[in-house]
């Protein structure tokens, strides 16, 4: 089986525009989590999404914005980029995020540079 | 709330040497994962554990989670170059569909 794929895996903005990163799962597996990590932040949860919808959304602002389409790929949006948000995000998927019994696969992820 | 500390934050080894890395929280932890990834790549996971007293082995690599469900330890054995990178664990928060993450320990290996 193909694993998850991101695209696109780097991305230079400039502050005030925004962007959109694309996670495809790996085949079968209908929850994909969204992780910003940061040298001083570590590996920060965003969202995650089971069957189109969100279940459960970390403590970011709301120019963080996510969505999943039927097929389960999910997209994530951040508007109004800040210097701040430079981050490599990673997108994870299992088959359906039941944490303790699952098993969350990485992508490779999506380097962001703000400038 | 519920807290992964992950320690040494950084491990510099001679190749063939022994060496362990521990996660330890503040709470019972649910279900406990084990991830290595190399600089600016995603996470490739290692293992996961969930029951008290459980020990799982991955080539060289052992994990094994206390009786009290509060530390893991992940043990490396004869250390190889291919080791090298930075170890996080995560672990189920309860029951919101998120993980909990340690800083992660980076791990050197020398030649």
């Known amino acids: 089986k193909a694993g998850v794929t991101q695209t696109p895996r780097y991305l230079i903005k400039t502050r005030g525009q925004q962007v959109t990163l694309s996670c495809s799962p790996i085949?079968?597996?209908?929850?994909v989590s969204w992780y910003q990590q940061t040298p001083g932040q570590g590996l920060q949860f965003l969202f995650e999404y089971f069957s189109e919808t969100q279940r459960n959304k970390g403590n970011f602002p709301g120019r963080f914005s996510g969505r999943q389409f039927s097929n389960s790929r999910s997209e994530m949006n951040v508007s109004t980029l800040e210097l701040g948000d430079s981050a490599l995000y990673l997108c994870?998927?299992?088959?359906?995020?039941?944490?303790?019994?699952?098993?969350?696969?990485f992508g490779p992820g999506t380097r962001l540079t703000v400038l | 709330s519920q807290e992964l500390e992950q320690s040494p934050q950084s491990l510099i080894v001679q190749e063939g040497k022994n060496l362990t890395i521990n996660c330890t929280s503040s709470?019972?932890?649910?279900?406990l994962y084990w991830y290595k990834q190399k600089y600016g790549e995603g996470l490739i996971f290692l293992m996961m554990?969930?029951?008290g007293g459980e020990e799982k082995s991955h080539e060289k690599i052992t994990a094994k989670l206390d009786e009290k469900k509060q530390q893991s330890s992940l043990h490396i054995t004869a250390s190889q170059p291919s080791h090298a990178g930075i170890y996080l664990c995560?672990?189920?928060?309860?029951?919101?569909?998120?993980?909990?993450w340690g800083a992660g320990t980076k791990l050197i290996i020398k030649p």
């Open positions: 994870a998927s299992s088959l359906d995020g039941a944490l303790g019994t699952d098993t969350q696969y």
């Open positions: 995560g672990a189920d928060k309860g029951s919101n569909y998120q993980l909990i």
């Open positions: 554990l969930q029951k």
């Open positions: 709470k019972t932890l649910y279900g």
């Open positions: 085949s079968g597996h209908r929850s």
